[in-house]
């Protein structure tokens, strides 16, 4: 029954994708209808595979030699992200049925929307680490195509292929350390790196440490390859919710989890996580505080929150880290799909084009700040939860300089929060912008997911109990929803943060005059180049660039220089074989 | 084993060859024979197919045998490895569909029969130099199978481009073969004898170094690297592959540097006592090609010169697996090395076939003679959707995307460095796997253009597709995606050839 379930939510959203590939671009309701079909089925496939996890390896194909087993172990780590993908991914598709309503193209929307479904299931169910491999570059692939959905754009052609080139690079890391892997311990399988992680030389796991590290941070758009998160905004809204803010970059926070018991041990890698986490988390914070763009606003917003995840990690909060991943999956694809409703009605993502929207939508709105509201983490939203228990641990178990960072930074999120809601829907219209109200299908996603941001963290204590029984490196203890709230309400750490979470709200909501003013400040300048690392990038590419230029000149189209050519080479080679007899 | 069939891959396709241009020239100047076209193509395309059953018939041989097979015509000797039946099946592979395609893209054009008969002869020949196994009958098959592909080059006579790029490949692949004629004598001198075997066998017994034949392989090396395209020694390599027919283009990139690479191991693994240098100046060079290849692609805008640029990139992967096979004696790498050579050859055979498809509807057909950009392709996807995608999966496959077959065959290779354990290797597979993600750089922007909803107006006045090149288009399509899924379905192929590498050097 369980490897039927696996089968079914990676085989479900595939079969979809061929079957959408096929469609004709003339019948766009066959469109909406299938593609919702297909992914409402994957999606309870998901979650009736819940019931069904296991630390046991469900499914095993021999691949061949040097190929390993093809293996599925549905644990709760893999079913609990399988789930979120899935179930975010459908909501993400009916939002659609109203969003891309008209759109050209849109079987290849929803082929890549739905075979990144299967994929992202893929991933985190993958016993293997060829096979996460695989999935891993499946979902950039799927991500490049998305973002680049809109391909007469420039911008969205240069950011998709920003997005994979970064991302792609970092992926290195991951081939190396799973190519580590199978040469020291002859197979790829997840459960015998974290067992004999202890018994492998410290240099190689090392590397291999390092290594997922340098991929996390890739994929999750983390410090210093956060740059290309925010250029991904250029693809339709739906997908910067379901991929760009609630499933793949989750991936590298993922990679770091599911590793955590056997890299732990290798010195100064669990620092390191901390500060790619803390500095993630506060640059782009502070990026997001003078955003204009409403998406790249929530982009930002994105990083820094996922740079809470990897901070959780980095100082062992485990299931901080895994719930707040879940808060987080749920209120900014919340987040996201709100303001994919305003962008949809107003044809504007500039948030100083917008405001006073709240009359025209009231119900995006009272959506858009309960979502805004977890995100900054105000109780009892399920934000609040998360991040409380992040900020506890990193208090109890991390040094204290990241933790005064990790608050600082959740007032800022506070600041961002607020001027965000302020500038869309309150205050007075500063455009007159022809506005209509969101389409049936896009207020069932909406509603579902704000229902969804209320109540998910009563499911921590099931959570927890799912990690204690199937997860057996990773030392869960399990923990009562009832214990959570007791727990968190009674130290003092929670009413310091919150402290510093109101301090942010005050602050705006005295400077809101100038914070909202069109006007640029000098940190615009810090912030638009993404604290100098997009000038990096472009320098990069430009060496390269040129570089294959200088390069083109020794294609001279002269016989007489080939025949050179081949002479010269001739005694190089000469050289070398004196030199090496 | 009395009974010896594998002489009939050589033979059939070699001896269709003068057949086909016989019945073509019959009453080539009488209008109402026009219909011998069909024949001509009929009989090529049958050739290949009966020259699958001595191919089919001899594998088995050779599986059930556990050894090569050989057989002696007067004093030339033949024999059958795991490397010649690779060689073999991607000759015959790409060979069969090529025929096929050609059939609509050569229609009509003057020499059509000559077309045909020099394919064949090269496919014969390609597939009697994997057999050969003695070194001066060796260098034969090689120089023949080169004037049969000099003259498929330069196939478009009128057409100045095409006639310079066949004059570069014949005078600079001439230079090679005079080396690889000089290292040949050396070998002989020194060891007075040809058969491979027997030299095998008297250079091991060597014990000092010997100067004439670490030249020879100097030599060896040069020479036949000259058509393997080693960066700096492939010059000629962008403007024959792009000159060419597309059919042929997709011969040349698809076998026969792969031919020239097979060979190259061939000669060298004689003097197989000096296999860890062989090995690093494989590694050297497949550093270089891999680097070289991709940068040159990544400004190109002509299609066909980009996808030969890539071949020099993809010659590198196949250089790093072999080259970590020989100086750390891994097999993964031999066969990954092999495996990547026969992916290659089902990639670059799509991407030149379904560029050739685009090239044929979109400029041939109006009669426009100039090269296919990348621009010209925008929106291709809403009118040609099957080339469309055959396009992309090739390119995505060759910068080795998963669930594809570049992806796969790549790993294997990549596995062979880290098995190693040794730190260079592993930094080389680092940089390789970069090298692929700047090769993405390249291949990823055409994908995007092909999906555009902005049609080209080029796209809007093209002709349609003929079926005849729809299937090969199909057929390789179908071999990548199944291959990236299942990638063990090609070891019977591979392992026995990374056997074979590793055997003939020793190791």
């Not at chain 1, 007469?152 to 920003?162: N, Q, S």
């Not at chain 2, 990139?253 to 097979?262: F, N, T």
């Not at chain 2, 020099?312 to 891994?330: E, F, V």
């Not at chain 2, 080795?400 to 790993?411: D, I, N, Q, T, Y």
Request: hydrophobic content about 55%; charged content about 10%; overall charge positive.
């Amino acid at each position: 029954m369980t490897a039927i379930l696996i089968g079914l939510v990676i085989g479900i959203p595939w079969l979809g994708a061929i079957i959408l590939w096929r469609t004709s671009d003339e019948k766009p309701r066959l469109q909406h209808t299938l593609a919702v079909a297909f992914s409402i089925a994957a999606g309870f496939a998901s979650l009736a595979l819940i019931f069904f996890s296991s630390a046991e390896t469900v499914i095993d194909i021999r691949m061949g030699a040097f190929f390993g087993s093809l293996t599925f172990i549905p644990d709760g780590l893999a079913v609990s992200l399988t789930a979120i993908a899935c179930v975010i991914g459908s909501l993400a598709v009916v939002f659609s049925v109203d969003y891309m309503k008209g759109e050209a193209q849109l079987s290849r929307y929803y082929t890549f929307v739905l075979l990144f479904i299967g994929a992202m299931a893929g991933l985190v169910l993958s016993g293997s680490l060829l096979f996460m491999f695989f999935f891993w570059e499946i979902t950039a692939l799927c991500s490049y195509a998305l973002i680049s959905f809109y391909n007469d754009d420039p911008k969205a052609v240069a950011g998709g292929i920003k997005a994979l080139i970064i991302t792609q690079v970092g992926g290195v890391g991951l081939l190396v350390g799973a190519l580590i892997t199978y040469a020291a311990l002859g197979t790829y399988q997840v459960s015998a790196l974290l067992e004999k992680a202890g018994t492998m030389p410290a240099n190689l796991l090392a590397l291999i440490a390092f290594g997922f590290l340098i991929a996390a941070a890739a994929k999750s758009a983390q410090f210093p390859f956060h740059t290309w998160l925010p250029d991904a905004m250029e693809a339709p809204t739906p997908i910067s919710a379901l991929i760009h803010a609630a499933t793949m970059v989750n991936a590298g926070v993922y990679l770091l989890a599911r590793f955590y018991p056997a890299f732990v041990q290798v010195p100064g890698w669990a620092l390191s996580v901390t500060i790619v986490g803390l500095v993630s988390a506060l640059i782009t914070a502070f990026m997001a505080l003078t955003a204009t763009d409403l998406k790249r606003a929530l982009a930002y917003s994105t990083v820094s929150q996922l740079g809470y995840m990897v901070y959780a990690i980095g100082v062992g909060g485990f299931f901080a880290s895994q719930f707040h991943l879940l808060s987080h999956a749920v209120f900014k694809a919340l987040l996201f799909l709100a303001a994919g409703s305003v962008i949809h009605a107003t044809g504007t993502r500039d948030m100083r084009r917008m405001g006073g929207l709240g009359k025209q939508m009231p119900f995006v709105r009272n959506v858009f700040i309960l979502g805004a509201l977890a995100l900054a983490g105000l109780p009892i939203l399920n934000g609040f939860w998360s991040k409380e228990l992040i900020l506890e641990t990193g208090l109890a178990n991390g040094p204290l300089w990241a933790y005064i960072g990790m608050l600082l930074g959740a007032g800022m999120t506070a600041f961002y929060t607020l001027r965000m809601t302020w500038l869309v829907f309150f205050g007075e219209a500063r455009e007159a912008l022809r506005v209509h109200d969101a389409g049936s299908a896009m207020k069932t996603s909406l509603g579902l997911l704000a229902a969804g941001t209320l109540t998910t963290w009563l499911l921590a204590g099931s959570f927890s109990r799912l990690f204690q029984e199937t997860l057996p490196f990773h030392s869960i203890h399990e923990l009562s929803t009832l214990d959570l709230a007791k727990e968190i309400f009674s130290i003092p750490a929670t009413y310091v943060a919150l402290m510093v979470v109101c301090l942010g709200l005050g602050v705006f909501w005295m400077v809101r005059k100038q914070a909202t003013e069109e006007k640029e400040t000098r940190f615009d300048i810090l912030s638009r180049e993404s604290f100098g690392f997009d000038w990096l990038n472009r320098q990069i590419t430009s060496v390269i660039f040129r570089f294959a230029s200088t390069l083109q000149k020794t294609q001279t189209g002269k016989l007489n220089w080939n025949v050179v050519g081949i002479l010269s080479a001739l005694l190089m080679v000469l050289i070398f074989l004196l030199w090496s007899a | 084993m009395n009974l010896t069939i594998f002489p009939l891959m050589i033979a059939v396709p070699l001896g269709a060859s003068p057949l086909v241009y016989l019945v073509g020239r019959i009453g080539w100047h009488r209008p109402e024979l026009n219909g011998r076209s069909y024949l001509v193509r009929g009989l090529a395309l049958l050739a290949m197919l009966l020259s699958w059953i001595p191919f089919v018939l001899s594998w088995s041989q050779f599986a059930a045998q556990g050894a090569s097979l050989s057989s002696t015509f007067e004093s030339i000797g033949l024999q059958v490895d795991g490397l010649s039946l690779l060689l073999a099946a991607i000759t015959l592979g790409l060979g069969t569909v090529v025929v096929l395609f050609s059939g609509p893209y050569m229609a009509g054009e003057v020499g059509e029969e000559k077309y045909y008969a020099m394919l064949l002869a090269m496919v014969g020949l390609i597939i009697g130099l994997g057999c050969a196994n003695d070194l001066f009958n060796f260098w034969m098959w090689f120089e023949a199978m080169a004037v049969s592909s000099y003259l498929l080059v330069a196939f478009y006579r009128e057409q100045p481009a095409s006639l310079e790029a066949g004059i570069k490949y014949l005078v600079q692949s001439a230079v090679g073969s005079v080396f690889v004629l000089l290292g040949v004598a050396l070998v002989f001198g020194a060891t007075g004898t040809l058969d491979m075997d027997k030299i095998r066998l008297a250079t091991n017994a060597l014990t000092s170094n010997h100067s004439g034949l670490v030249l020879a392989g100097a030599f060896f090396m040069i020479g036949f690297g000259v058509k393997v395209a080693l960066v700096p020694l492939h010059t000629w390599l962008p403007d024959a592959h792009s000159q060419a027919p597309s059919g042929i283009s997709a011969m040349l990139s698809g076998v026969v540097i792969e031919a020239g690479l097979v060979a190259m191991l061939r000669a060298l693994s004689t003097l197989g006592v000096l296999s860890v240098s062989w090995g690093t100046l494989l590694l050297g060079f497949g550093a270089v090609n891999m680097l070289f290849g991709n940068l040159m692609a990544l400004k190109q805008v002509q299609l066909k010169r980009m996808l030969a640029y890539s071949s020099l990139s993809h010659i590198g992967y196949m250089l790093l697996g072999l080259g970590i096979a020989l100086t750390s004696g891994q097999l993964a790498g031999a066969q990954g090395a092999a495996f990547h050579l026969f992916n290659h050859m089902i990639m670059k055979g799509l991407a030149f076939l379904a560029v050739g498809a685009f090239m044929f509807v979109l400029l041939m057909k109006k009669g426009i003679h100039r090269p296919l950009v990348v621009d010209d392709l925008a929106g291709a996807a809403r009118k040609y959707p099957l080339a469309a995608l055959a396009l992309s999966i090739a390119l995505l496959a060759l910068g080795g995307l998963p669930p594809l077959a570049g992806f796969m065959s790549k790993w294997q290779i990549f596995v062979a460095g880290f098995q190693s354990g040794n730190g260079w290797l592993m930094g080389l597979v680092v940089f390789a796997a970069l090298n692929s993600v700047l090769s993405l750089g390249y291949y990823a922007p055409i994908v995007n253009m092909l999906y555009r909803q902005k049609i080209s107006d080029v796209v809007q006045q093209g002709e349609v597709i003929p079926l005849a090149m729809k299937i090969p288009l199909m057929l390789l399509t179908l071999s990548i995606v199944v291959i990236g899924l299942w990638p063990s379905l090609m070891s019977w192929l591979t392992e026995p050839a990374g056997q074979t590498i590793l055997f003939i050097f020793g190791k």
